[in-house]
């Protein structure tokens, strides 16, 4: 097995601890139990899909909570833990992760779910991506992803995407399984289909109607759902709104008879409400992500919340 | 120190298994925005294969290939680059990739960023002979504007095995390689090493980069009983993450190091053990315990201990936090004439309050050997920060702060502005 040379060192303490070190890792090495097969997920939505895929086989795990602002997760070694023994991890991409997930993923000593690893799966390669900048980027336009947006698992097309991308490598990883992921798969796709017609009918009145949103994280769901966007509570990503930009927001509103302003539940509601004020608006507030309310468990109750908040703030 | 890393990295490298014969090869491929209809996922290559046949055959391939060769371990199946790749135009098919992608030069530049500093301070009273220290100071009651640093940072992946971290410092002394080394990717055994020059291992703050920092100058203790900018030089590490439910890290290292700007460069050894504890869905504790015995001489060594806490609470639905922690410095010198004097010893201890994202504030409590000409005692500082970030990228502080040392006071204060400009790999917790 891993043999240790610490020839060539010479000193007393450091030698004796190298030679402890390799005998403990020796202990360690098979590390990877045949339990469970593992799924470590971002967030708690691609914990969703993949806990669809994965039912009966896999055991899934998200790294951040539903409450949290995704962009802004600490990067707690506590989390390092458990990307140290994933099977898979599956990651939005897009760079919305980058603030927290690389020194992560390095911490974990796991080489496979490095960047384009084979037990690393990153959703965005899985989805045509939206809101791509075009032209130069810099931070002047504020903290923009500048790959594209990263918040697409509002459009139910997208989400049997990057759950049919996990179904695959699950499939691939863990031989044994696939029939059930597939099946599963299958199973999630034809509720999905059923569920996707009945939210479409509910938004059916609100097909081509305006709305403002706090930041760009609805896209794909207009994408989907026919309802327009008509700007955003910040006016650049990641930048608070200055009094002339919500003034200026409070017109558009009035001119182009904006009824609603949807807010995820993580962010600040202040400007949102200076604005549903002066405009005679609904200020809608939306759970950021599954888990992000009590009761919102699954990926179909996350966006049953979502499609009827929004359906009803749009009236 | 060199044939160290290469013995190690091939003993590591040996066992480790062959590529997988089933490639996991079936990223999907981007489709259109069209719904789709899930189709039925292809069988993947070799399911029928058991893990257990795999494994047989990894062995017999291993001795075939015979052990005198250390047989690399296979390079990740080169897919897209997550989120680096140019994206297809909103909504659109790919465009045909006749002659070949025009950022192919763009893809492989590595990340560089670039972290300045400048500052403005006011000192009512005589620092290098009072509290001689390093960092940010004016002469006796005259303000003085100064660029303090530029930090360029050049961090790259270097190949399937490793990334590479670069950090070089321009500042009023010149310019320094701060930080250079690479980092293994794919050692078995939960085992990493750094090899090349890097800040030691020793203590929680010596290992971050000021750009870091809740307050703008390092604490008083660190100066005068670790190193007087950072203990850090060229050697190799290694780092070991220990197979538990919590996060216990083990690193041990070998070092020339240079401390003091009077020390001669001799070889150094360095342990540090650290370890975070979940108390509950908001609060982190992080522990750490760290040991060095650098070599003054024949015969003689310079002895450092250290004990570090570092408590976190962040309600995870808020982007506000509290932050406490602290570091004790032990000293001895054994054997080197005229300095031992026994154990010397310092700590720091500070709490952050980053109220909201555009707002933070400190307090800081030190405690360290006096180093003025005619005194003998402890030095005792009281400091205070009030940090703006206008955004994530730039931040502005006001440090006020007031010093006692062999009876006699002192008020500084300190405003400092710092602003980060390209692509920064993200800090460790």
């Known amino acids: 097995m891993t043999s240790c040379r610490i020839d060539g060192i010479r000193h007393g303490r450091g030698a004796g601890t190298l030679a402890l070190l390799c005998i403990a890792a020796a202990l360690a090495l098979p590390a990877r139990a045949a339990a469970a097969f593992k799924v470590v997920t971002t967030t708690e939505g691609l914990a969703a899909l993949a806990s669809e895929v994965g039912k009966g086989r896999a055991q899934v795990e998200s790294l951040s909570r539903g409450v949290q602002d995704p962009h802004f997760v600490d990067a707690n070694p506590m989390l390092a833990v458990k990307l140290r023994n994933a099977d898979l991890l599956v990651d939005v991409g897009l760079e919305l992760e980058i603030g927290w997930l690389p020194p992560l993923v390095n911490q974990s000593r796991n080489p496979d779910i490095q960047p384009s690893g084979k037990r690393r799966l990153t959703a965005a390669t899985a989805i045509s991506v939206l809101d791509v900048p075009r032209g130069p980027v810099d931070r002047s336009l504020g903290d923009l992803h500048p790959a594209g947006n990263p918040h697409f698992l509002t459009d139910p097309r997208r989400a049997l995407q990057v759950a049919t991308a996990i179904a695959d490598r699950l499939a691939a990883l863990d031989p044994g399984g696939a029939q059930a992921y597939r099946a599963n798969l299958a199973e999630f796709g034809k509720r999905l289909e059923a569920d996707a017609a009945r939210w479409q009918g509910q938004l059916a009145p609100a097909k081509g109607k305006k709305v403002f949103t706090q930041h760009r994280t609805l896209t794909y769901f207009f994408d989907w759902s026919g309802i327009d966007s008509a700007g955003e509570i910040e006016p650049r990503p990641g930048v608070p709104a200055p009094p002339s930009h919500l003034a200026e927001l409070v017109q558009v509103a009035q001119r182009e008879g904006v009824k609603a302003v949807l807010v995820e539940d993580y962010y600040d509601t202040k400007s949102a409400e200076v604005v549903v004020r002066h405009a005679g608006a609904k200020l809608v507030q939306l759970p950021g992500d599954v888990g992000a309310e009590p009761g919102v468990t699954t990926y179909e109750k996350y966006m049953d919340a979502v499609v009827s908040r929004v359906a009803k703030g749009v009236q | ?429």
């Open chain 2, 1 to 429: 120190m060199r044939s160290l890393v290469v013995a190690a990295l091939v003993a590591a490298a040996a066992p480790l298994p062959a590529p997988a014969q089933q490639a996991g090869g079936s990223a999907p491929a981007p489709s259109s925005s069209t719904p789709p209809t899930p189709a039925p996922p292809k069988a993947p290559m070799g399911s029928g294969q058991s893990d257990a046949e795999r494994k047989k055959l990894e062995e017999q391939i291993t001795r075939e290939l015979g052990a005198a060769g250390a047989q690399p371990q296979a390079p990740a199946q080169p897919g897209t680059q997550p989120g680096a790749a140019p994206a297809a135009p909103g909504g659109g098919q790919p465009a045909a990739a006749t002659g070949g992608s025009p950022f192919a030069r763009l893809l492989l530049i590595p990340d560089i960023s670039a972290i300045g500093s400048a500052a403005g301070a006011y000192d009512s009273y005589d620092v290098p002979s009072r509290s001689p220290r390093a960092g940010l100071y004016s002469p006796p009651s005259r303000p003085e504007f100064s660029l303090e640093e530029l930090e360029l940072g050049i961090q790259a992946v270097v190949d399937p095995y490793v990334r590479a971290d670069v950090f070089i410092s321009f500042s009023a002394e010149g310019v320094d390689v701060e930080e250079a080394y690479v980092t293994t990717l794919s050692l078995p055994a939960s085992l990493q090493i750094r090899a090349g020059k890097f800040f030691s291992p020793f203590g929680r703050q010596n290992q971050q980069h000021p750009h870091i920092w809740d307050f703008v100058d390092a604490p008083l203790a660190r100066n005068r009983l670790l190193a007087d900018e950072t203990l850090s030089g060229p050697g190799v590490e290694l780092g070991w993450l220990a197979p538990l439910p919590w996060f216990a890290e083990l690193k041990v290292a070998a070092q020339t190091t240079v401390p003091m700007a009077a020390d001669s460069p001799e070889p150094t050894a360095v342990a540090r053990l650290l370890q975070y504890f979940s108390l509950s869905d908001a609060t982190t504790l992080g522990v750490g315990l760290s040991g060095a015995r650098r070599r003054e001489g024949a015969g003689a060594f310079r002895d450092l201990g250290g004990a570090d806490a570092y408590l976190r609470i962040r309600p995870l639905n808020t982007r506000a936090y509290l932050a406490l922690q602290g570091e004790v410095y032990l000293r001895r010198f054994r054997g080197v004439e005229g300095l031992d004097a026994g154990t010397e010893h310092g700590w720091w201890t500070q709490a952050f309050w980053r109220m909201n994202p555009y707002w933070g504030y400190g307090v800081r409590y030190e405690e360290a050997p006096a180093a003025a000409v005619d005194v003998t005692g402890t030095e005792r500082r009281i400091g205070a920060v009030v940090t703006w970030f206008p955004s994530e990228f730039l931040r502005l502080r006001l440090q006020p702060s007031y010093d006692r040392v062999g009876g006699r006071d002192g008020f500084e204060a300190l405003v400092h502005l710092e602003f980060g400009i390209g692509a920064h790999g993200a800090h460790p917790y």
